[in-house]
């Protein structure tokens, strides 16, 4: 399999009076060789196997889609063999109906039989319904779609949940804000996890970036991860939108000065986006006019950040401010050299003309915090 090496099944290891559940999955060789060893059982069409190492293997342990050099997913041999109960166990423990081998088939593609493509069939029936009538913020909808059997956590080929969905609509006259919210209370209360990661983040992170407040509680409440990123490292606390997104996060425990993967804080992020009242709260309340000239893992300071998106009052506003240093980012460009708006060149020229500062080393708290 993809990644993988052929592992021989220590059966007792596995299938035993106690279980497995004590196995965290935070071993990437363990987790390798429960992967293999479910994907073997699916191939061999031995069901019991199959549910059982699902059943006694730590969540996430077993990567249910895990392909081979031809790109079959469990799922694709499942269907493939016309296996119903199979194909049956494998959607209901959330097998990516969408996957594609290595020849562009999806499973329902490779089925044989009619009555295994009428199971992949009905789910992505149903699957259609649920999203749908969430995008509408429709719960009646909803409601008929998984009570004639639609699964409340199955993505779209994206990765999207119908929570996802029911949270990025925005408010029209075909959707109220009510409705909106009637929506994701009743998708949370029939099961939606509020943790499902896309390349676009969680629901919680789409609430805090539409900033709406009301809706990024409810999520908390249902148990939404304040401390999760999506798929490109991106933390919970940067899609905060205003000052009340981010102090809703900070209250729940969310770390004011927590830093994503290219060593990027608060100050980087609003800068980006130009989120300048943002900005001065958190200089105000959380003393972070001493990181004003931070570089991240690339050199590049707030102010260089600002200048390379054109954030226009936001690079008046940090230039104005005690101490600002005109940094050069580690590839030896200025913020100047970022862009060729006339306006952001025109405030910068002052500091181009003197030259760059010093390189700074990197910090992640004021003094005194």
């Known amino acids: 399999m993809t990644g993988m090496q052929n592992h021989a099944l220590p059966m007792d290891f596995f299938i035993c009076k106690t279980g497995c559940s004590h196995f965290t999955g935070k071993s990437p060789h363990m987790n390798r060789i429960a992967t293999h060893a479910f994907y073997d059982a699916v191939k061999k069409n031995n069901l019991d196997l199959a549910a059982s190492l699902y059943k006694h293997c730590a969540p996430g342990m077993i990567d249910i889609n895990a392909t081979n050099a031809l790109g079959m997913s469990p799922l694709h041999h499942a269907a493939e063999y016309g296996n119903r109960k199979m194909v049956k166990f494998l959607i209901d423990v959330g097998a990516n109906l969408d996957a594609r081998n290595m020849d562009e088939e999806t499973p329902l593609n490779l089925c044989c039989h009619h009555e295994t493509a009428s199971i992949i069939v ?6 259609k319904e649920l999203l749908e009538a969430a995008k509408m913020g429709n719960v009646t909808l909803a409601a008929k779609a998984l009570a004639d059997g639609g699964k409340i956590n199955f993505p779209d080929p994206k990765g999207k949940t119908a929570l996802h969905h029911a949270v990025h ?28 990661i896309t390349e676009e983040g969680t629901p919680l992170q789409t609430a805090l970036g539409m900033n709406d407040i009301p809706m990024a509680g409810m999520l908390i409440t249902a148990g939404a991860d304040i401390h999760n990123a999506n798929l490109h490292g991106t933390p919970t606390l940067f899609c905060a939108a205003s000052i009340a997104a981010f102090e809703l996060l900070v209250a729940k425990g969310a770390d004011p000065y927590t830093h994503d993967s290219l060593r990027r804080g608060m100050l980087h992020r609003t800068a980006e986006k130009g989120s300048l009242p943002l900005m001065q709260h958190l200089m105000a309340k959380y003393g972070m006019q001493e990181l004003l000239n931070t570089p991240d893992a690339l050199g590049r300071t707030p102010l260089y950040l600002a200048a390379k998106n054109k954030q226009v009052e936001t690079i008046r506003f940090l230039i104005a401010q005690p101490g600002i240093l005109y940094v050069a980012a580690d590839d030896g460009t200025t913020p100047a050299m970022t862009t060729n708006n006339k306006e952001v060149r025109a405030l910068l020229k ?20």
């Open 169 to 196: 609509v925005r408010t029209s006259k075909t959707c109220t804000e009510q409705q909106r919210h009637n929506i994701v209370r009743f998708l949370l209360k029939n099961g939606a996890n509020p943790n499902t």
């Open 350 to 369: 002052d500091m181009e003309r003197a030259g760059a500062a010093p390189v700074l080393a990197p910090a992640c708290k004021p003094p005194g915090f």
């Open 122 to 127: 009905n789910v992505l029936k149903r699957r």
